[in-house]
C-alpha cells in the first residue's frame, strides 16, 4: 500500500509532465508553422526532401564556383 506522501508525490510528477508535455506541443506546432512559412512544408517529409534539394544545389553551386576560380586563376595569375 502506497502512503499518502507517496501519492501526492506521484501526483506531483503527472502534474509536471503534463505541463511539460503541453509545453513541448506548443513548441512543435511554433515550429511547424514557423517551417510552413518560410519553407512552404507541412510536414517533416516535405521538409526532409526540400533539404535534400538545397543540398544538391548547393554541391551544384559549390562546383560551379570551383570551376570559375580555376577559370580566373588560369586566365589572370598563370605565367605564360
Not at 508535455?21 to 514557423?34: C, F, V
Not at 559549390?62 to 580555376?70: M, V
Amino acid at each position: 500500500m502506497r502512503t499518502e506522501q507517496e501519492i501526492l508525490r506521484k501526483k506531483k510528477e503527472i502534474e509536471e509532465a503534463k505541463q511539460e508535455l503541453a509545453e513541448l506541443r506548443g513548441s512543435e506546432k511554433t515550429l511547424y508553422q514557423q517551417m510552413e512559412q518560410e519553407f512552404h512544408c507541412t510536414t517533416l517529409e516535405e521538409a526532409a526532401k526540400l533539404l535534400e534539394k538545397k543540398k544538391q544545389e548547393l554541391e551544384l553551386l559549390d562546383t560551379d564556383i570551383r570551376e570559375l576560380e580555376e577559370e580566373i586563376e588560369e586566365k589572370y595569375f598563370s605565367e605564360e
